[in-house]
């Protein structure tokens, strides 16, 4: 832990600078160096060393110095307080924290509820390898229908996984409502909060067992480096981190540690650009008349604005997703003529990214309808909003749709 501490006291912003940095002791730099080293030197006697341990320097498997960094500031910037009993595991990736939360809490004949709208390798641990080699029960519902949650609970539900807002289909679930269902009935509730990150939403401060992030997106922001992370309460992440860590091998590499943690530092500056351009866009594509339609949580047409607006502050992420009134090709086609927005999959990069999710996703039952016939998930960079909107209008203009 750093000599210097950040407590609520101080601002998101003032947090995401100074938080898990520190003067270095050897050198007295004011930035804390990388350590690339595997191994550590071993005390005069070994012997009573716990080799699967997390609590001192062994391995780097075992745990490293710059994750430790970025696990004090990641559950400082998601409203957890590690005086208090909360922790932060940092792993290797979004999918080795939701698969590392998986592992360790859930066994034969649990049964899980999950939202209809998730990221693709939840949808494929929990109701593909989960369900189908390890026997837990899993269901699959419309986590923004409370009704429906509620009535998906059984004595056997160990957690409720939310996302939200959802990916792919912007889909929002109330955090506070849900995490009431949960405990009512003694299971655990986690929420992927990659979407709006720590700047906008903090799940533990609304109710949650877990958040999880993908550090890949937002928290890193730069496209450059991938990683995950748990927050939530020591005494159940202590578990997380040595299956998932140490067991199961799901340990970040230091360097893209230190890229997350100096990434993470404009998190604030940037999130409040990602939203602007959000909601700009969004608001300019709701007048095209060749746009089929547009959800984005923050625009007052989105079925789930009420409730993002009673959990998302002060704004509601930088990803939306739109259709056009138009057949397959010609939504490649418009692709083709964007200049400034790449198309790429990914989210919360600094560069505009755009992916055209066809009609053959095999999920699309569990979409709203609106999503069957192929739309585009949009994650709005941090360039000028001028641009970003005039990119689009000259490449709808180019395929016609103008
Ligand atoms: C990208 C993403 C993940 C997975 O994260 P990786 O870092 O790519 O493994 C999980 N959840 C959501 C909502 C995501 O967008």
Redesign the pocket.
Known sequence: MSKKTYGKEFGFQTRAVHTGNDVDGETGAIKRPIVMANSYELPYDPSDLNWSGADKNIYTRNGGSNQRYLEEKLASLSGAELSQGDDCVVLG??????AGLFFSLLKSGDHVVFSSV??I??YRLLNELFNKKFNVETTIVDTSDLAAVRKAVRPNTRLIHI?TP??PAITISDIRAIAAIAHEQGALLSV?N??ASPYNQRPLELGADFS?E????YINGHGDS???AIIGKKEQLDQIRSQAQINLGGVISPFNAWLIMRGSVTLPLRMRQHNENALKAAEYLEGIPSVRFVAYPGLKSHRGHQVAASQMSPGYGGVLSFGLKADHDTHNRFVSHLRVITSAV???HDESLIVFLGEKDERQYLYPPEFHDGFFRFSLGIEDPEDIIGDIDQALRKTGLL
């Not at 990736?93 to 939701?98: I, K, P």
């Not at 993908?214 to 997106?217: A, I």
Request: charged share 10%; no cysteine; hydrophobic share 35%.
């Open positions: 990736s979004g999918v080795s924290a939701l998730t990221y390798a939840v996302e959802g990916n992927d990659t979407f999880v993908s550090l890949t997106k991938m990683g995950g990914s989210l919360g």
